[in-house]
Structure formats: C-alpha cells, structure tokens
C-alpha cells in the first residue's frame, strides 16, 4: 500500500465536487453550451449535453448487482473515492453513475470528483498507457493510502479503445457510436463485475 498524499494537496482537495454538486456543474455548463475544461468547441458542448443526459439516465435507472452491494458493504474502513473526470468524457457519464451508486450506499465512503485538466499533477500519476484517459478512480483512506484504482473504462470497451488507437478507420463520430453501443449492451455489467474483482482483491489483502 502507497501514500499518495503528495498529490493530494490542499488545493487539489479543496477543488473536488461531491457528485451532487458535479452534477450541478453538468447542468450549468450544459445551459451555458459549453463544457469543462481549457479545450471548448460545438462538438464538445453537445458531447457534454448527451453526457448529461446520460448521466440523468443512470442516476434514475441504474441497479446496483446484490454481489456489488455486498461487496461495498463490507467494507468498514472510512474512504474517499476520487475521481478524475470532465463533463465532454462519454466514459465518464457512463461508468460514474455507476460508481456513486454503489459507493453511496455506503457511508463509510465518500465520493469526490475532480476535473482533469485542473489538477495535471494527480493525473499525470495515474497516465493509462502513457495518456490522460478519464475517468479515473483512486480510493485512498483518511491518511491517503492508496486503496485501490479504477478506469478508465471496462476492459471490452478499452479492447474498442485500443483497436480505434491501432487502425483508426472510422471516423470520431462513428467510433463515439460504436461504443455507445458497447455500452448499450452492456448495461453497466463490465464495470460492476470488475468493481467485484477489485474489491474481492482489496480484501484477500488483509
């Protein structure tokens, strides 16, 4: 187990959102037709409004697996999930509802997320393959040991990713719908089977 709390300076914590407020954001850069971060253009900004509503989605619809649950509810260590993200990221919107679902259920858990392209450092500590892939999931607890990560995406949907990356035959906007599809299919399954492998692991630990 690693201290990280180097990377979690007061700055970069007094930046994170609770997910309420996250989504607070979401809905005003949404009105506002923009979206998070340096970068800003139309396709970004309507990237962010599917993403919210996608978001909204999930918030209402998704199910948390009883093998999931049990899991999180096991654990008795009080923690904070961080999670690196940005309002354009379709990854993001899929898997963090997902996420703060079945970490709420939880109170020993705390979720607090953290927009990338504000806190470099930290994101540059957690690099996928040498690059800024969002979203992000470290778990430390109160001292900042790391706990365990996350992301940033399923492995079926990386599998996309990693083809895309190697012959990018398709256009941006036919790949984005390629793994929304994946998604789709997937109904939030990968990521809470995967959350169950990781937590499974955390606990053999001990």
């Not at 990377?7 to 609770?18: I, M, N």
């Not at 999180?72 to 996420?99: H, M, R």
Request: hydrophobic share 40%; aromatic share 8%; proline share 5%.
């Amino acid at each position: 187990m690693k201290n990280v709390a180097e990377l979690f300076t007061l700055p970069v914590t007094e930046s994170a959102y609770s997910y309420a407020d996250y989504m607070l954001l979401m809905e005003k850069v949404v009105a506002e037709n923009r979206t998070t971060g340096p970068n800003q253009s139309d396709d970004l900004s309507y990237y962010t409004k599917l993403n919210l509503a996608r978001m909204q989605r999930l918030n209402k619809k998704v199910t948390i697996s009883e093998e999931l649950k049990e899991m999180v509810g096991q654990i008795s260590v009080p923690q904070t999930w961080y999670i690196l993200t940005e309002a354009w990221c379709g990854d993001a919107a899929q898997n963090i509802p997902v996420l703060a679902a079945a970490a709420l259920s939880n109170p020993s858990i705390t979720v607090k997320l953290l927009l990338r392209d504000e806190n470099p450092e930290l994101m540059d500590a957690y690099l996928t393959n040498g690059g800024r892939s969002i979203p992000k999931l470290i778990a430390v607890d109160h001292e900042f040991n790391e706990l365990f990560t996350w992301g940033p995406r399923p492995a079926g949907a990386q599998e996309l990713m990693l083809q895309q990356k190697a012959n990018p035959a398709k256009s941006l906007k036919e790949f984005v719908e390629d793994i929304q599809r994946w998604y789709i299919a997937d109904k939030t399954e990968s990521v809470q089977k995967e959350m169950v492998e990781i937590l499974e692991g955390v606990f053999a630990e001990k």
